[in-house]
Each structure stands twice: as C-alpha cells, then as structure tokens.
C-alpha cells in the first residue's frame, strides 16, 4: 500500500508492493516532479458521570426498584446479576451531562480512553489492549446489528461508530474479551448502544436546540428531535432526526480561523409490529453523517511536544477534510414458543469515508493523498433460548457475517499558493485494495444455578473465517500496472467461565476467565516472494488472543443508597497483530507478547433525596512483556494511549423549587494520568502528561420543557488525544491533536 489512513498518528505507510515506505515516496516525488514539471506547474452504569448510580438509575430501572435491566449477555438481567465487569450510562444520564459525543461520556469509563485526532476517527481502547494496529481491539454494537469492520484490512481501528445519542435509551460497556457471545475484535470489551423501541401505548415527542461558543473558536449550534407513533394497537413507528455543528478552535494561516469545525446529522426510523403475542417484528433504518474540515491537531516540536506556531495553530498547505457516512439497517424477529424463545436478527451495514491528507512534509512538495474507504458488511445471527424458570438457563446460537471492503488511493500534487489539487498531476501513484471476509460461527452460553446463592455462567463459541485480497497498483510513479492477490483462514475457538456467589439479592461475588481473539489475514505480496529463509516475508498474519482473569463484588447498601463494584483483573495477550516492515515490505505481523493488570472500582451515595454523589477509579499497568523487531519497542515499554491512574469525581442535585418547577445542578471533575504515546521508530515513545477536566450545569424544568446551561472544561485544561509520526506535520515538526478548550453553552428542550 502506498500511504497508510493514519500516517499522521499510527506508522507513516504500510506499502503492500516492492516501492515501499520512503522507498515509494521517493520514487513518487521523482515521478511526480516529473509530472509537475511536464504540467507547467508549481509544485478516531458504573459511577462513570454525574448522578450514575453504580447499578441503577431512577430513569433506567424497571418496577422491581431501582435495578438496571442489561442485554450485556444477550439475555435480560440485573446489571448485579451480571457475573463480569459492565458499565451503563442511561439516557437521562447523557441528557444531563450534555453528551453529544463519544469522548463526552467514554472517558467516564473506568479503564476506558480514546484515541483521537479527528472527527469520525477515534480509536476505542480499554483496559490498555492497544498497539495502534488496523483493526479495533473493541467491538461496537447497535442493538443485535455489529458496527464496523472485523478485518485488519480496512481502517477499523480508527473508524470507530459515533453515534448521536438522540435515539438511545442507554450505553452498556463490557470490559474484557467477549468473544462467546460477540465474536471478533472483542479482544478488550465491547460497546453496545441500545436504542429506544417504538411504543404502541401513546403518541410521544421531544425535541431540543442548543447553541455552544468554544474558547479561542467559534460558536456551534445542534437540534434534534424525534416522534412515537402508534398506527395501530399492535404496530407503532418511532423517528428522530438531528443536526449538530461543532465550533473549530485551531487556526491555519493558509486556511483561516477554527479550521476543525465538523457537522454531524443524520436520523433513524424504526417500526415494531406486534401480531400476537408470541411474535415480534422490528424493523430500522439508521443514517448519519460526519462531515470534518481538518484534524484537531496542532503543530509542535518532536522532542519536546512545544506548539512550534502557537497553542491553537496547525500550518498545512492542503486543507484535510474528513467526510465519513454510516448507513445502518436491521431487521429482527423473535418467537416465543412458551419455554423457548427464538430470535433472528438479519443487518446490512455501510460505511464509507472521504478523506484528503496533507503529504507535503513526507515528499517535500505540495502533495496529498485522497483516500476513499468502502465497507460493506451483512450478517445474520439466529439464536434459541430457554425462558421458563429452571435450574440451568440457556442460549444457543449460529452467525455468519460477509463483509466486501475497499481502500483508494490517488496520490497527486497541489498548487503551493491555493493548496488545491493540480488536475494534470493527479494519479501519480493509484492504489485499490479490494478485500472479502467471511465468517461462520457457532456458540452457546449457559447459566447453571447451583442454589439460591451459587451460580456458574459458561460459554464457547468456535468460528472459521476466510479472507482474500488483492493490490492493483498503476500510475507513472510506479510504472508498469501490477496486481497482487493474497488469501488466508482461521479457526478459532474462545471460551468464558464465570462462577458467581451472591450471599444476598444485593451482594454478588464473582470471578471470570474469558477468551477473546481478532482474526488474522493475508499481506499482499508478490508471487515470487520468499516465504523461508533470511530475506521471508509472512504472507499471512494470524488471530492475536487474550485471555482474562478477572474477580469483583458488585453490591448495593442501606436501602440502594449505597452502590460499590470493585473488580481486578489481569490480562494476557499473545501474538499481537502489528504493523511494520519486513525486507522492505509494509506487511501485518504477529509479534510480541503483552499483560495488562489493574484494579477499577466504582461508587455511589445518594445521602439525601435528589442528591447522588458518584466516582470511580482504575489503575491500569499495560506493558510488552517481549521486545518488537521493527517497532523499536522493547519488553516494558507502556501500552500506547492508556493512564496508570484516571478517575471521575462527581456530584449532582435535583430539588422541586414550585409547583411543577424543578431544579437541577451538577459538577464532575475528570481525571486522566499521565501516557505514552504510539511506538515510534524515529522518535520512539512520548510521555504525555495528565491533566483534568471540570464539568458543570445547571437547569430548571417546568411540566414538558426544559432549560440547561452548561460547561465543558471549566479550566480550560490542555490534554493530549494523539501524537503523530514523523511528516505529520510542516517544517520538522510533528502533529498533535488536543482536547477541546473551555466552551459554555445552554440548550432548550420538550418532551411530551
């Protein structure tokens, strides 16, 4: 491959023929100079927020009382039941923190970070299990429909969902591996967004307007609203809409003012039918799009990571916009048969992404890379139940999913004054990498209960993938066409034991050892290609695996006012999937062994009525535990992007001021310690350091409406999101993207 999606933050290029890295740069600058000169020219509920309860939210439980209902384990359960370590953030919870996007609410997770420096690009990381590969280390979910791409061989790591939470009724986040129940790339947990069903009981809706001026930036402004609407008494129709523009704050004096301004809108209809009272329809349609104009990066110095232009100033010749589209869509059915309920879920997924990256530091000329990204992913999961009362509850189940995927690539040069693209010298180097992925799986999970207070949860899933994929590459810097193909396969077989002790309906004593994995798959390379000797390449990379030990308590005191989760974990990680270069090949790799251990834990008071009082911890210690050839990583080095020590602090207050007047008020302070940065071969590892964040609101609500007033980053504190390479960025320095400075706001809303 010529130019890698994420050069700027991960490893420069990961070329997949014989011109690779600076020898393929090298090569294009002397075509291209050729070229300009020819053409004339120049040239990413535990206590994890305000009023979160560690097992239950007033707005999320059901009528046993305060209990959290999760799907965590594909079936409906107390979130105390739950024998493994499980986070949810309600809706009413997102509400109130004014969490418009993933890093508003994921970095309240214990253990959890994300890794991002633009828009619609964030990498999801938790409990450390991250080396800055293709493929995510953390599945995503919507209801029963998979987000994303399983392979490593199309942008997943980075090109992680982030969904508005206009149509949510609540978040679960599992962490450690989950792949009996959730299949590949759970090597580090899973997130799983559940939506709000459509209701034949009323006609409901809501709507809301916000507005938001970013410090040192501009002023953004969101809208959103949805409607339920029962047809009949067995059919009802619910939609929802919005539209959210995000302030930029980092100028560019080639490009003007708050450059990195983004757009997100989109909108989700979803139909439930219900004929009798057996069978159950559902059907949905989810659209949304991300529209960005440039990374949220600035520029600064390689050794000391000093702004080399100023706190909020980037300086690129080509403008670097992002455009990424999900589109979503899903149908599932269930039956009740009395003692076994059947489910079959069918989903067709897409995603495609725009994206331009400035070159110019890597070829010394103005230059860019378009690349566009193509995924397309069907699955279809058919699952059989036990629902009557028993000593042992059961699922079994079947999955498969297709996937066609394809990257494109055109390097070209642009004008040094405008920055624009030179048509005469576009398609200097072209590059297309189409990609298959199929895989078949089948898995059962079961619960036996032992007596009132011992149960053992258990489950395996067995799976077999196939891959193919090839390289077309063509263009007057690489000189005659060529084309490449590559294939492999896995079998996988994961596993998970949870024995549970609950001396009492509120205390839960657990333990778990579970096994995740994320396939493998084939580097494309040229037929003749050594496989033995000293000058092999591995024509195929295999699954990397982990395996998760794990004990906690979860438990709720004196009348639920009380909840307490504290869990430990240690995790082991083998054949790690990296990329690097081999013989002058960009190529996948299995490399190098690593651990994770570390200790999260969570709490929640609610001393007075209307009053909770919240926080959580982790420590998390993630280091190699064997030396990287050609990552100039060595055994001990830190996991990238993961805090030894991060934490959230919070309080929030809900009181009756008159009659139907209400008030609410609330304040979280966030912490995240100090990191290293991704493995770098020039520079080697950055240490960044901690910094906090204070989050503030207050409103009132009168009968169906509400007012709120907020503060993101009360201090206007800089934190470090990601660290780029070598090239990233003009004039020797490198890019790094930071946290959004203060920004004050307020939103009106109704619900009816």
Known sequence: MMIDDKFKGDIMAKPRSKALLMAT???????????ATAAGTDAAANAVAPAAPVNGDPAASDATGGDIIVTAQKREQRLIDVPQSVSVLPAKLLQQVHADRLDDYFTRIPSASINEAQAGQARIILRGINTGSDASTVATYIDETP???????????????????SDLDRVEVLRGPQGTLYGANSLGGLVKYVTVAPSTDAIHASGQVGVESIDHGSTGFSERASLNLPI????????????RKDGGYVDDPNHGRDVNSDREYGGRITALYRPTDALTLRGSALLQN???????TIDVDPITLQPTLGRYIQNHIVSQPSDVQYRVYNGTGTYDFGT??????????NLRQNEVVDATALLGTPSSIAENVLQHRFTQEVRLAGTAPSWFEWTIGGYYTREHDTILQNLGLNDATTGQAIAAASGLELVDLPTSYREIAGFGNGTIHFGPMFDLTFGGRYSHNKQQSAEIVSGPAVGAPSTFFGSSSDDVFTYSVAPSFKPSENLTIYARVAKGYRPGGPNVLPPLTATSGPDAVPHQFGPDTTTNYEIGIKSELLDHKLSLELTGFYIDWRKIQLLTSVNDFGVNINGGKARSKGIE?????TPVKGLTLAANGAYVDAYLTQDVA??????????????KFSGTLSADYEHPLAGTLNGTAGVSWRYTGHRESAFDTTYGQHRLGGYSQVDAHVGVTYAHFRLDAFVRNLTDSRGVLDVGTAGSAENGAISEAITRPRSIGATFGFSY
Not at 290 to 296: E, L
């Open 147 to 165: 987000l994303g791409s399983a392979t490593s061989l199309a942008n997943g790591g980075t090109l992680t969902p982030d969904l508005d939470p």
């Open 340 to 349: 076994v309920k059947l489910l079959s879920t069918s989903s067709w997924g």
């Open 290 to 296: 991300i529209d960005s104009d440039a990374p949220n």
């Open 601 to 605: 834990a969570s709490a929640s008071l």
């Open 25 to 35: 740069v090298a090569l294009a600058w002397s075509a291209a100079a050729q070229a």
């Open 630 to 643: 050609g990552l100039g990583a060595v055994s001990g080095d830190h996991l990238p992007y993961t805090a």
């Open 232 to 243: 009949t008494g067995d059919l009802a129709v619910q939609g929802s809409g919005f539209y």
